[in-house]
C-alpha cells in the first residue's frame, strides 16, 4: 500500500512537471503581450506585471494605425481563407479517394496506399527547387491559391491514409441495403457512408485545418506580399530591423492560437471518437 502511495505521488509531480513545461510558455506568452514594453527590458525581469495595457490586442482587431497590428490582421484573414480551402479540398478530394482504398479491390492497391504515405513523409526542403521553379513558370508564386494547391499535396494524403482506416471500420451491411433499395456508388456514399462517418470527418478535417494553419516553410518561401502572407510567416517577420516588439509578437501569437484552440474545445468530442473508432475493424 505505501508503494503503491509512493508511486501515485510520483505520478502527480510527474504530471505537475510537464503541465508546467507545456503550460509555462503560453502564460509568459500572455503575460508578455499585457506588459508595457518598460517592464519587458527590466534586468531582473518582472514576472508579475505592474502595469497592464489591452491596446496591442485593441490594435490588432480594428487599429488601420498600427502598420504591425493591420498586417498581422490581414495575414490572419489569409489564413483562414488558405486554411478552410485546404480543409474543405483535402476532404473531399482525400474522402472519395479513401472510401475507394477501402471499400474497392484493385491491382496494387496497398502499394499505391503506401505511395501516399510516402508522400506525405517526403521532407519539403527536397523538392522546394522544382515546385518555385514550376509556379514561377505558371506566374503562381505569391498566391493564396498557390498555397492551398501546395498544402492539399501533403494534407490529401494524411486524409486518405486516416480515412481509408475509418471507412474500413464500418460494416458493409449498410452499403449492401442501401444497394437493394437502388442506390449508386455515389449516393451510397453520400446519403449513408458520409452520415456514418461524420466523426471520423470532423476529426479529420480539424487535423487538416491545423496542419494548414501552422504551416510556415512554402508560405514563407511562396509569398512576398501582404496579399497571400500567413499568419505563421506575420509573426516572424514582426521582428524589425533595429527593434523588436516582444508585446506585439506575443498578442500576435496568443491570438493567432485561438482559431485552433476553440475548434478543439468544440470539436473534441468528434475528435475523440473519430480517432478511436478508425482503429477498430469490422
Same mark, same amino acid.
Request: aromatic residues 14%.
Given at each position: 500500500?505505501?508503494?503503491?502511495?509512493?508511486?501515485?505521488?510520483l505520478?502527480? #509531480?510527474?504530471?505537475?512537471?510537464?503541465?508546467? =513545461?507545456?503550460?509555462?510558455?503560453?502564460?509568459?506568452?500572455? #503575460?508578455?503581450?499585457?506588459s508595457?514594453?518598460?517592464?519587458?527590458?527590466?534586468?531582473?525581469?518582472?514576472?508579475?506585471?505592474?502595469?497592464i495595457?489591452?491596446?496591442?490586442?485593441?490594435?490588432?482587431? @480594428?487599429?488601420? /494605425?498600427?502598420?504591425?497590428?493591420?498586417?498581422?490582421?490581414?495575414?490572419?484573414?489569409?489564413?483562414?481563407q488558405?486554411?478552410?480551402?485546404?480543409?474543405?479540398?483535402?476532404?473531399?478530394? &482525400?474522402?472519395v479517394?479513401?472510401?475507394?482504398?477501402?471499400r474497392? /479491390?484493385? /491491382?496494387f492497391?496497398?502499394?499505391?496506399?503506401?505511395? =501516399?504515405?510516402?508522400?506525405?513523409?517526403?521532407?519539403?526542403?527536397v @523538392?522546394?527547387?522544382?515546385?518555385?521553379? +514550376?509556379?514561377?513558370?505558371?506566374?503562381?508564386?505569391?498566391?493564396?491559391?498557390?498555397?492551398?494547391?501546395?498544402?492539399?499535396?501533403? @494534407? #490529401?494524403?494524411?486524409?486518405i491514409?486516416?480515412?481509408?482506416?475509418?471507412?474500413?471500420?464500418?460494416? /458493409?451491411? =449498410?452499403? !449492401?441495403?442501401?444497394?437493394i433499395? &437502388?442506390?449508386?456508388?455515389?449516393?451510397?456514399?453520400?446519403?449513408?457512408?458520409?452520415?456514418?462517418?461524420?466523426? &471520423? =470527418?470532423?476529426?479529420?478535417?480539424?487535423?487538416?485545418?491545423? +496542419?494548414?494553419?501552422?504551416?510556415?516553410?512554402?508560405?514563407?518561401?511562396?509569398?512576398?506580399?501582404?496579399?497571400?502572407?500567413?499568419?505563421?510567416?506575420?509573426i516572424?517577420?514582426?521582428?524589425?530591423?533595429?527593434?523588436?516588439?516582444?508585446?506585439?509578437?506575443?498578442?500576435?501569437?496568443?491570438?493567432?492560437?485561438?482559431?485552433?484552440?476553440?475548434?478543439?474545445i468544440?470539436?473534441?468530442?468528434?475528435?475523440?471518437?473519430? +480517432?478511436?473508432?478508425?482503429?477498430?475493424? !469490422?
Amino acid at each position: 500500500m505505501q508503494r503503491s502511495k509512493g508511486f501515485k505521488t510520483l505520478q502527480y #509531480i510527474f504530471a505537475l512537471l510537464i503541465t508546467l =513545461f507545456t503550460l509555462g510558455p503560453f502564460v509568459w506568452m500572455f #503575460i508578455t503581450s499585457i506588459s508595457v514594453s518598460e517592464e519587458l527590458r527590466q534586468v531582473p525581469l518582472d514576472w508579475i506585471p505592474d502595469t497592464i495595457t489591452w491596446q496591442r490586442y485593441l490594435d490588432i482587431l @480594428i487599429s488601420n /494605425k498600427n502598420e504591425m497590428a493591420y498586417t498581422f490582421r490581414v495575414a490572419m484573414f489569409n489564413t483562414l481563407q488558405v486554411a478552410g480551402l485546404v480543409t474543405l479540398l483535402a476532404l473531399v478530394c &482525400g474522402g472519395v479517394a479513401a472510401y475507394a482504398f477501402a471499400r474497392l /479491390k484493385f /491491382k496494387f492497391r496497398q502499394n499505391l496506399i503506401y505511395l =501516399f504515405l510516402f508522400t506525405y513523409m517526403i521532407p519539403p526542403v527536397v @523538392i522546394v527547387l522544382p515546385l518555385y521553379l +514550376m509556379l514561377s513558370s505558371l506566374n503562381m508564386l505569391d498566391s493564396k491559391m498557390s498555397l492551398v494547391l501546395l498544402n492539399a499535396t501533403f @494534407i #490529401i494524403p494524411f486524409v486518405i491514409w486516416i480515412m481509408q482506416s475509418y471507412f474500413g471500420s464500418i460494416s /458493409k451491411d =449498410f452499403e !449492401e441495403a442501401a444497394a437493394i433499395d &437502388g442506390c449508386n456508388r455515389f449516393q451510397l456514399l453520400w446519403h449513408v457512408i458520409v452520415p456514418i462517418a461524420r466523426p &471520423g =470527418f470532423i476529426a479529420t478535417g480539424i487535423l487538416a485545418f491545423l +496542419m494548414s494553419w501552422e504551416e510556415f516553410f512554402y508560405a514563407l518561401l511562396f509569398t512576398s506580399s501582404l496579399d497571400a502572407k500567413t499568419i505563421s510567416v506575420a509573426i516572424a517577420e514582426f521582428s524589425g530591423r533595429h527593434l523588436t516588439d516582444y508585446g506585439m509578437t506575443a498578442a500576435g501569437g496568443v491570438v493567432a492560437s485561438i482559431p485552433p484552440v476553440v475548434i478543439a474545445i468544440i470539436f473534441q468530442k468528434y475528435l475523440v471518437k473519430g +480517432m478511436s473508432g478508425g482503429g477498430v475493424k !469490422e
